[in-house]
């Protein structure tokens, strides 16, 4: 009976020690499984992370050529300025000064035609958009570019239309009253009642 008690006792142990083993493994298991996941989910995250990285280094890069895209356009803009400042001040000079670069200027005029002229001015003009790998917001402040452009030729356009009327009234008004019976006449009429030819001036 006593060896039999301790058998029984020795064996309800293993019995113990097995099941507790079972439920060790079973937990260890259990901690495998969301060691994996938990190794699986970092790694995903790492990956997202390298992805926005590797997605704001791109845009940084973008955002770096389209500023020295767009600091290079207004240098060639600063640039065309200045020369169409000098072109007016040059121009000022010649019709001051007997017109001498006006006329050099017209003679180089009549060896091209007007649609040479035109191809030639649109030709040095345009310049390549560089839009082709530009997005929505880089469009869009392409088009605002162009717009201002746009808006600053036809204000200079407008300018230069109100400049051509003020000479032409000089000119109209100065080969009026060349001889000096003329200018008498005229100077006489204009002092006179502030008429000209019988029309307020």
Known sequence: DIHRKRMEKDLLELHTLIDAHFEQRKKDEEELIGLKERIEHRRAERAE???VRT???KDRQNRIAEERHRKEE???KK?????LKKKKVLSGMGANFGGFLTKAESRKSKRLTGREIKRKTLADRRQPLGIDNMREDGLRNRAQEM???????ESEKFDFMEQMKH???????STRFT???RREEGGKKVHGKGKVGGRWK
């Open 49 to 51: 992370i390298q992805r």
């Open 55 to 57: 997605e704001k280094e």
């Open 74 to 76: 207004e240098e060639a």
């Open 79 to 83: 640039k065309a300025d200045d020369d």
């Open 147 to 153: 717009w201002n452009w746009i808006h600053q030729l």
């Open 167 to 173: 000479q032409r009234y000089e000119v109209n008004f």
């Open 179 to 181: 001889s000096p019976q």
